[in-house]
């Protein structure tokens, strides 16, 4: 569900082996790695809620082949932030987060084309080192050290309560209904420059920006917001002409959707998580679905769903999250949101259908 991933906290666990790579170090270090040996490199968004649950799985693997000794045959295992380091990850043509590419040192050369892609199942240290033994053609195993992932329960969360005695249920999540409008309009603002850094405002996904942009300029709850939305609008056939193959004009990225007052973005309120990279942006897109809802014109409830479905397909490239989202958004209860009430009593049923894990509290 999209909600699990959008509104719950993840408490990322420290990591110490997994080698950090930018712009500036990828080449000579992957060039250092003998020909004989193996990289394995993770493609992330900091803001993806996958990615921060995948995080401990990873840096497990990561001890186990970056510690000395290091096992035979040797990989290489990295990552690149690909908000911090959006030219890399175009030069890999990276589209969902996270991406794993794997391969020897000269599979990297150039775009990495000759990398195998690590399948999106294997989301796990176990998986991903099954994955990784049958290819390298042996039978590592993991670290029973517990410092790394191995308390994090299925969907990575840390387990920061007792669970419940037997035969009692467990707690129930605790939600916070306030709409923090600030925070609502930094996932606005957000919601452009990660479309951009992420290279996705490309031909094939027009579509879903103009009804993504006439769903901000109809429903937004902020005014300066809604102008921003209609003023792109107005100005998007020149921006971004209609016919097939366009590319958008430079002037299209720069454009300031909420106004030059939105310029400098505070800190999360509501959305702030435990640590910087917790929360923040999914929640806060979430809690814009909500908005966005609640101000659609009475019979406005179609344009936000497929308003809002359209965003999530092309912009939003958390893969699990975006997969689950769309799961739900293409069942016959979705296809029958038509009115205001519709959507928002949509939205409530997704938001109530995500049943807390034990012992788990759950806040937006």
């Known amino acids: 569900m999209l909600l699990a991933c959008l509104t719950r906290e993840v408490y990322p666990e420290k990591a110490g082996f997994t080698l950090e790579l930018t712009a500036e170090n990828f080449n000579s270090t992957i060039s250092q790695v003998t020909s004989s040996a193996y990289v394995l490199v993770e493609y992330f968004a900091p803001w993806c809620p996958h990615c921060q649950r995948f995080k401990p799985q990873y840096e497990r693997v990561a001890a186990l082949f970056n510690a000395e000794p290091k096992p035979a045959p040797e990989v290489l295992v990295a990552n690149v932030d690909c908000v911090a380091q959006a030219t890399l990850c175009k030069r890999f043509d990276i589209k969902s987060y996270p991406t794993m590419l794997f391969g020897h040192p000269e599979n990297f050369a150039g775009d990495g084309k000759h990398a195998a892609k690590v399948p999106h199942k294997e989301n796990s240290a176990e998986g991903m080192l099954k994955w990784l033994n ?7 195993q993991l670290s029973t050290d517990t410092t790394y992932g191995h308390t994090y329960n299925e969907l990575g969360e840390g387990l920061k309560e007792s669970p419940p005695e037997r035969g009692k249920s467990p707690a129930p999540a605790v939600f916070n209904t306030r709409v923090d409008l600030p925070d609502v309009e930094k ?3 957000l919601s452009f420059e990660y479309m951009f850094t992420g290279e996705l405002v490309v031909a094939h996904n027009r579509r879903p920006f103009v009804e993504w942009v006439q769903l901000l300029a109809k429903t937004h709850p902020l005014p300066r917001c809604r102008a921003g939305s209609k ?3 107005a100005e998007l056939d020149v921006l971004w002409p209609r016919y097939n193959g366009s590319t958008p004009s430079p002037r299209l990225r720069t454009w300031r959707v909420c106004g030059k007052q939105a310029d400098a973005l505070r800190e999360w309120g509501s959305c702030k998580g435990s640590l910087s990279v917790t929360r ?16 659609s014109a009475a019979d ?8 809002v479905r359209s965003f999530v397909s092309a912009f939003f490239n958390c893969n699990e999250c975006r997969t689950h989202f769309l799961e739900q958004a293409t069942t016959e209860d979705a296809k029958k949101v038509q009115t205001k009430r519709d959507a928002v009593m949509w939205m409530w ?6 049943r807390a894990p034990r012992h788990l509290y759950v806040s937006i």
């Open 187 to 189: 996932a606005t603002i």
């Open 349 to 354: 049923a997704t938001h109530n259908n995500v």
């Open 231 to 233: 003023s792109l609008l």
């Open 134 to 140: 049958e290819r390298l053609g042996q039978n590592h």
């Open 300 to 307: 406005g409830g179609a344009m936000w769903m497929e308003g």
């Open 280 to 295: 923040g942006y999914s929640c806060g897109l979430w809690m814009l679905f909500h908005t966005l809802a609640a101000h």
